[in-house]
């Protein structure tokens, strides 16, 4: 079976462009969420997607964004970049919540400029 | 708000050597606990997880975790380590089925290991 996919695996941005990353899920889960890494923070969760509605939000700004279509594949959006954007977005798939493991993709890194 | 804590930010261990990660966390109820590795360049992948029953896990490439509540613990261990276990080993805990906001994950411990 297939892995989590992600795409692109790198991007590179400037200042005030937005940008649109894509995550295809394992096949048959339905719960995808989205964490960002970067040195100072570490791992943190953006937001979670299932059946195509929002079910859980971290604590970033609006600018971020994500939304999942009805074959479970999810994406994520920033608007208005900023450098401190600049960070490895994974994506994560799951059958369900709760005890359902998360299983990772490669990443995006995204930089911005 | 739960919490995970990884106190090592660093490990040196030699090839063939025991390996123990530590990983406390905070949490208000029964935890799922979780720990993943990450390679230069990668994604997580699990190394093994706690949900309930026997507090000794196995997981893969070896490795086991030992939960403990008394001790808020969950530490990550290997008897003998390969030179291609060298990698960032992130501990993390939830969701639950109550509706946690995500997986909480510590700050990782970067592993080295000496030949």
């Known amino acids: 079976k297939a892995g989590v996919t992600q795409t692109p695996r790198y991007l590179i941005k400037t200042r005030g462009q937005q940008v649109t990353l894509s995550c295809s899920p394992i096949?048959?889960?339905?719960?995808v969420s989205w964490y960002q890494q970067t040195p100072g923070q570490g791992l943190q969760f953006l937001f979670e997607y299932f059946s195509e509605t929002q079910r859980n939000k971290g604590n970033f700004p609006g600018r971020f964004s994500g939304r999942q279509f009805s074959n479970s594949r999810s994406e994520m959006n920033v608007s208005t970049l900023e450098l401190g954007d600049s960070a490895l977005y994974l994506c994560?798939?799951?059958?369900?919540?709760?005890?359902?493991?998360?299983?990772f993709g490669p990443g995006t890194r995204l930089t911005v400029l | 708000a739960q919490s995970v804590t990884q106190p090592d930010i660093h490990i040196t261990v030699s090839e063939g050597a025991s390996l123990e990660l530590r990983c406390n966390y905070s949490y208000g109820a029964t935890p799922y606990l979780f720990w993943y590795v990450q390679s230069p360049g990668q994604g997580l992948q699990l190394l093994l997880k706690y949900f309930s029953g026997d507090t000794l896990v196995q997981g893969i490439k070896g490795f086991e975790a030992e939960f403990k509540r008394s001790q808020s613990s969950f530490n990550l261990r290997k008897p003998s380590v390969h030179w291609s276990d060298a990698a960032e080993y992130f501990c993390a805990v939830g969701p639950s089925g109550g509706g946690a906001d995500g997986l909480t994950f510590g700050k990782g411990t970067h592993l080295i290991i000496q030949p």
């Open positions: 096949s048959g889960h339905r719960s």
């Open positions: 994560a798939s799951s059958l369900d919540r709760g005890e359902d493991t998360q299983y």
